[in-house]
């Protein structure tokens, strides 16, 4: 147990705003996605991996719903389920996404079909939904903080691909735009929870621990797309080039 005084919430804050500079976006694969670098096989397989990513984010906040007690809090959290599954005319991020995968030359059916999705990716997604499902509500809420690093880097991509990417349809940059704006919002919500739950130095540490858990799924996501599509050593490459996956039966 740590006998050293809690931190400030400003100084809280702060020390869980510092772990941005451990934020994927400084992945050696992002970094060329953004300076116009990576090819078009290296996009769609970011994007078609990533979409596991995006459609086990309503899982994990569900998780979360069914572990929290407060009324309130559900009430708010909630949105985040609807904004990617969608609702009454609403299409959601989800459906966004696949309009991704479609301008940059996916079709709906491959990437529903998680052909794609690289085993590392898999075990990483599906490590952090666990994480949700056995933590306390706070500790997984918690989690999704790396949020606070988000809207630069849907910022970027709305900046910076246009130009690099050409190929791409303007129309699959609509879930960036989205993203600026409910980003923003869960941020406030999820410091909130944190910044009162986190009361003691110990669960403080805490905290950054989770934190950087989080950050090691999103950086193992892309260590692991950097073997397949910057290396070229997709998983079995030299043993077959048949394509061989499953569909998370071990979950």
């Not at 979409?51 to 998780?63: E, G, M, S």
Request: include cysteine; charged fraction near 30%; proline fraction near 4%.
């Amino acid at each position: 147990m740590s006998t050293q005084a809690p931190m400030s919430r400003e100084a809280f804050e702060q020390a869980l705003r510092a772990k941005g500079d451990l934020y994927h976006i400084h992945h050696p694969y992002h970094v060329d996605m953004y300076a116009g670098r990576s090819t078009p096989e290296q996009i769609r397989g970011w994007v078609a991996n990533r979409f596991y990513y995006q459609i086990n984010i309503p899982l994990k906040d569900a998780a979360i719903l069914a572990n929290c007690p407060d009324r309130e809090v559900r009430r708010k959290w909630v949105q985040r389920i609807l904004d990617h599954d969608g609702y009454d005319d609403a299409e959601g991020g989800i459906e966004a996404w696949l309009r991704l995968g479609e301008a940059v030359g996916l079709t709906r059916e491959e990437i529903l079909s998680q052909e794609h999705v690289l085993p590392g990716v898999r075990f990483a997604v599906d490590a952090y939904v666990n994480f949700a499902r056995r933590a306390g509500w706070e500790e997984a809420a918690s989690s999704s903080l790396t949020e606070m690093f988000a809207p630069t880097i849907h910022q970027s991509r709305l900046d910076a691909w246009p130009d690099h990417y050409p190929w791409i349809k303007e129309e699959g940059y609509q879930y960036f735009r989205n993203r600026l704006t409910e980003a923003r919002r869960d941020v406030k919500h999820g410091l909130e929870i944190t910044l009162d739950f986190y009361d003691t130095r110990e669960k403080q540490e805490r905290m950054l621990e989770i934190l950087q858990f989080k950050l090691d799924v999103l950086w193992t996501m892309l260590d692991a797309m950097s073997m397949a599509y910057e290396m070229e050593r997709p998983p079995y490459h030299t043993v077959t080039r048949d394509k061989v996956y499953h569909r998370g039966l071990f979950r």
